[in-house]
């Protein structure tokens, strides 16, 4: 099982992406999924998780007020809705689930997840 995250580009500060997670074959709806991001030369750091059931969800300081984590459970998708875009933003952002029907808080360590997607590349830049 494979997670697939998209929606990755090339963006200007202070605008918007929504990124996608999805899992062709695999339902999603009975699982918190968390995003996590890994800047260059940085150690992986956790985003936004959000419930199974979208009940609950937490998002990192860096990102309050400016990322909404949402899920679609009818299209098998979560998204991650990025507003105000920064540089530092920039990273490769994966999606992941530790298969726990509630997340740990925000993200932490990338052990406690056994199932990641692929990345997809977020460059923030003028």
């Known amino acids: 099982v494979q997670l697939q995250a998209s929606g990755g580009g090339l963006v200007q500060p202070g605008r918007s992406l929504e990124l996608s997670c999805t899992a062709p074959?695999?339902?999603?709806?009975?699982?918190?999924i968390a995003w996590f991001r890994q800047a260059p030369g940085k150690e992986r750091e956790g985003v936004s998780c959000?419930?199974?059931?979208?009940?609950?969800?937490y998002l990192a300081d860096s990102v309050k007020g400016r990322f909404t984590i949402s899920r679609d459970d009818a299209k098998n998708t979560i998204f991650l809705q990025m507003n105000n875009l920064d540089p530092e933003d920039t990273a490769v952002y994966y999606c992941?689930?530790?298969?726990?029907?509630?997340?740990?808080?925000?993200?932490?360590?990338?052990?406690?997840?056994?199932?990641w997607g692929q990345g997809t590349l977020v460059t923030v830049s003028s």
């Open positions: 074959g695999f339902t999603l709806k009975h699982y918190a």
């Open positions: 959000i419930s199974s059931s979208g009940g609950s969800s």
């Open positions: 992941a689930t530790d298969t726990l029907s509630n997340c740990r808080g925000v993200p932490g360590h990338t052990a406690m997840y056994d199932i």
